[in-house]
């Protein structure tokens, strides 16, 4: 990538939408102002961003990067994701895909549990997601149920909902809204004893009990580097959207202990970083 005072120039005008976990409302208003500003471009994080930012101009570049939601193409953000076409390209996390894995390695280090809780917020940005989830869970014998962070009153009451649903693991979507929070999120789950499993594998390295999900570095490098070949004269509906290749899995041996869980050999043989 470029570097100096002519690429820093460009970059300081660039305007960074991250939307994760507004309202669709509140996006809609900011993606308006990015646009009044005349920005050279816009970087949407989450369907709600994306979504309002598509609205909000067919003209600025837009660089995405798609956490979950309703499928690129169905949902009509794109034509497709070899030639995007429009002002849009990006990078997709594969979300829905990959909390299907996120189930299936959960049940192996907790095999018993057949009552999984998914912990959400604004259940309407993340309903379009759960559908193929449940079949997943559903073909494993296995009982989802939902638990929306601002409906519960805020993680203590999620973890209370979770305790009155009889949630003998969890299943944490990815999220921007989650990051920040996440350390509170493993010590109520410490705390309850329930076992979790996150969206990123250094989850794990820092107190999580399991982590499964593609390089965030490396996702952030390939949106970065789409910025560049945009500001670069590059057209934004030509460029590919990007998919993760790599994916690595996490697991501390430290949390498990505290909850009394024995993970299975042929499980931690399959992880990448394990925490001792």
Known sequence: M???PAYSRNFKQIA??????????????????LVTSRVDLIVAVTPAAVR??????????????????????????????????????????????LD??????LLQAVPAARKIAV???EGILFEPMLPPIRKAAAALAVQLHTVDVGEAGGYEGAFDTMAQKGSQALLVVASPKFDPDRKLIF??????????IYGWDFFAAEGGLMGYGPSRAEMDRRAASLVDKILKGANPGDLPIEQPTKFALGINLRTAKA??????????????????
């Open 2 to 4: 470029e570097s100096g």
């Open 16 to 33: 960074k939408a991250v939307t994760g976990w507004n309202a669709v409302g509140s996006s809609s208003a900011l993606a308006a102002e």
């Open 52 to 97: 309002a930012a598509k609205e909000a101009t067919s003209k600025i570049p837009i660089v995405i990067a798609w956490w979950g939601g309703p499928d690129l193409v169905e949902s009509g953000v794109v034509a497709s994701f070899s030639r995007p076409g429009g002002n849009i390209t990006g990078v997709h996390m594969l979300a829905v895909t």
């Open 100 to 105: 299907e894995k996120r189930i299936e390695l």
């Open 119 to 121: 912990l959400t917020h």
């Open 187 to 196: 010590a109520m789950a410490a705390r309850r004893r329930i076992p979790a």
């Open 259 to 276: 909850l009394g869980l024995t993970i299975p050999p042929s499980l931690l043989q399959r992880a990448d970083q394990v925490i001792e």
